[in-house]
């Protein structure tokens, strides 16, 4: 691979193409769903990242990146964490997604644990800064997440175990970071921006939203398979439905969770179970993010960035 050329006035780095993963959706929405539990999202505390509960987390993948909330009442003991993560991996669950830590060393330790009993797949999600912090852990897949500039993807590269990276960038970006040439060799998620209002879009959303998902007629695309659990113990859909909760982990296990009618409908909420969209003919390829559209409308079949509609 050739070396990078890197200077002070932030000329783009010489190396390949981006492997980009997915854009402005999070890597399993095109995958076939069954139906079953398939991953597991565990944020480990309040958080320390930039986007807010109280002002808006406008992130089209802000389901598996680090923001900041609002802890109801004390989290979750560490204990409790690790039973639901073994109780995860007997249920037959596959990806353990682990973000919002307050301290990176909880963050590596739970991780170590979930390795340790098998769970095939362990993915944590840190901010660049804490990356130095953090020694590297088989069966791990760290995925540092960072704000898109040439200095950040310069810093990335001397980091080349990473397994991928969560890029923020502004929709107007977009270009620009396609055509980024790097020494990275990792995923890269690509994590877009919204912005409070469809007026203000400044990206093509079709294009974005364009998926190819086998089972999106019977099954949604990004919600089926996900059980999101709060460092204080509340059971969601999606960690940024912050209002719907289906169940507390403080006093039920996951098993008893995922017999909530309330959670199945989730999985279930098709474009055709949504009025606005029920008639469109692009409505089986169009990626749904129901957490950015409540955010918009304050309701959970909002229609807000959608450039046919309206």
């Not at 596959?94 to 993915?123: F, H």
């Not at 969601?236 to 017999?259: F, T």
């Not at 003919?281 to 955010?295: G, K, S, T, V």
């Amino acid at each position: 691979m050739e070396k990078v050329a890197y200077d002070a006035s932030h000329a783009v780095e010489v190396g390949t193409a981006l492997n980009i993963a997915s854009i402005g959706k999070p890597p399993w929405s095109h995958r076939a769903h069954n139906g079953k539990l398939e991953r597991l999202i565990v944020q480990l505390g309040a958080g320390m990242g930039r986007f807010s509960e109280v002002t808006g987390i406008p992130r089209s993948v802000g389901c598996i990146g680090n923001n900041s909330f609002i802890l109801r009442r004390e989290p979750l003991s560490p204990e409790r964490v690790k039973e639901l993560i073994r109780e995860f991996k007997e249920l037959g669950g596959e990806e353990l997604w682990l973000t919002n830590y307050d301290r990176v060393e909880y963050m590596t330790s739970v991780a170590s644990y979930a390795v340790e009993i098998g769970v095939p797949e362990v993915y944590a999600v840190v901010r660049l800064e804490d990356v130095d912090s953090i020694e590297p852990i088989d069966g791990v897949r760290f995925i540092a997440e960072f704000e898109y500039s040439p200095e950040n993807f310069h810093r990335l590269e001397a980091h080349s175990w990473l397994h991928g990276a969560l890029v923020v960038v502004q929709g107007s970006h977009l270009d620009e970071l396609r055509g980024l040439k790097t020494t990275f060799p990792g995923e890269i998620y690509v994590d877009v921006l919204f912005p409070g209002s469809a007026r203000r879009l400044d990206f093509n959303v079709i294009e974005v939203k364009r998926i190819l998902n086998p089972s999106v007629e019977k099954y949604h695309d990004c919600l089926a398979g996900t059980l999101a659990i709060t460092a204080d113990g509340y059971a969601l859909p999606c960690p940024l439905l912050r209002n719907y909760v289906v169940g507390d982990v403080k006093e039920l296990g996951i098993k008893k969770v995922l017999r909530k009618k309330r959670l199945k409908a989730f999985w279930k909420m098709t474009k055709d179970s949504i009025e606005a969209c029920s008639s469109c003919p692009f409505r089986y390829i169009c990626h749904d993010c129901r957490a950015l559209e409540y955010q918009a409308t304050g309701e959970i079949d909002g229609l807000e960035y959608c450039q046919i509609a309206f």
